[in-house]
């Protein structure tokens, strides 16, 4: 019997295009909850949601902490809607744009106690749709089919859970030789994840032999620093310097993973700089906006070296957090190479917040 129905990753991509679109989706399970995003829903499906019973809205406990709001679930909390809560409302409350002009958001009433799977997925799910994390959530009781004859996307969260928690399988696409400025023996490989998100790219300088260890570096997508040559950050530099090396060398491997603003994403990335602005240093502007210090999965570029045929490399980085996940995830670091390149004036005090509160090297 043909079945053409799409499969839970392909549901869960459905729902963050849907969430991202303002459209909200279904988290079914022991409980069954309407989720909207925060950032992208609309007045008239607002309205609506809150017609249903009593929303809630669900925040991470870094944006709780921030809004001195109870996180009696640990790692989220859920707040009461307020009377006459409306979209201006939930907005100050997942956006810290207005902080220190309103820093009074409350108080918020939060909830404690019960099952709340669903609500945690809703973040999970936000997040990996590069939202701000914060959910409009109201418990539905009527059944999953009147949702789906709306056209609304239903998810089980138990068929979800386990693939939000791990990185989506990477599969190669193709494979080009690339002369670049670097070095004109350049080949560039492209790896699609299962879940239809971000491609992810192997730039191999020459051919580096597989059975030692390959200088490599692992580096996050910056389309202020890579391509706009901003100040504010050393990844420019250290992009053109890992390549630089590599040429040199005459062999190197470079992973350039899209994962902008430490796994933010580059609209929530220049809501950071907008905070650093007002005075907050990066970790806690990604605090503020409910985000961990970095959000980053480095699981990634191990599949990617696999792949590749390698799992020894020289990896150009001051960050020991890649280190060890290299080493976790079955890499062997043969070698940390230093890479401190791209100090100026106006990035003084990030990469001091990188050194002491991220553990860098610098």
Not at 240 to 263: F, K, P, V
Not at 268 to 284: C, H, I, P, W
Not at 332 to 338: D, E, G, I, L
Request: contains cysteine; positive net charge; aromatic residues 4%.
């Amino acid at each position: 019997m043909m079945n053409l129905a799409p499969s839970i990753i392909e549901r869960l991509a459905r729902a963050r295009a849907d969430l991202r679109m303002g459209v909200p989706v279904v988290l079914s399970g022991a409980r069954t909850i309407l989720v909207a995003a925060v950032e992208t829903v609309n007045n008239q499906r607002l309205n609506q949601i809150m017609s249903m019973g009593s929303a809630q809205v669900v925040i991470t406990a870094r944006r709780a902490e921030t809004l001195k709001a109870r996180a009696y679930d640990g790692d989220i909390a859920r707040a009461m809607l307020p009377k006459g809560a409306d979209l201006r409302w939930l907005r100050a409350v997942a956006d810290p744009a207005d902080d220190l002009m309103a820093p009074m958001k409350g108080p918020l009433d939060c909830a404690r106690g019960g099952d709340v799977t669903a609500e945690r997925l809703a973040i999970q799910l936000i997040k990996s749709a590069q939202l701000l994390p914060a959910a409009l959530v109201v418990e539905i009781t009527k059944t999953r089919e009147k949702f789906e004859n709306q056209g609304l996307t239903v998810i089980s969260v138990a068929q979800a859970t386990p693939h939000l928690r791990a990185n989506s399988p990477l599969h190669p696409v193709v494979h080009a030789r690339l002369p670049m400025r670097a070095s004109e023996s350049g080949r560039l490989h492209i790896f699609r994840p299962e879940d239809g998100a971000d491609e992810h790219y192997a730039i191999e300088i020459g051919r580096p032999d597989r059975s030692q260890p390959v200088l490599a570096r692992l580096h996050s997508a910056c389309f202020t620093g890579d391509v706009l040559g901003s100040l504010k950050c050393d990844c420019g530099p250290q992009l053109d310097a890992a390549l630089a090396q590599m040429a040199a060398e005459g062999t190197g491997l470079l992973l350039y993973m899209n994962q902008e603003g430490r796994g933010i994403g580059l609209a929530n990335k220049m809501r950071a700089y907008s905070l650093q602005d007002q005075g907050f240093d990066t970790v806690e502007a990604n605090h503020r906006l409910g985000f961990e210090d970095d959000e980053r999965d480095f699981r990634l570029g191990a599949d990617i070296l696999r792949a590749l045929g390698f799992s020894q490399v020289r990896l150009l980085t001051n960050n020991p957090r890649k280190v060890a996940m290299m080493q976790s995830s079955g890499i062997t670091v043969a070698q940390r190479v230093p890479l401190r390149v791209g100090k100026t004036p106006q990035n003084a005090a990030y990469l001091a917040t990188k050194a002491n509160k991220s553990g860098h090297l610098m």
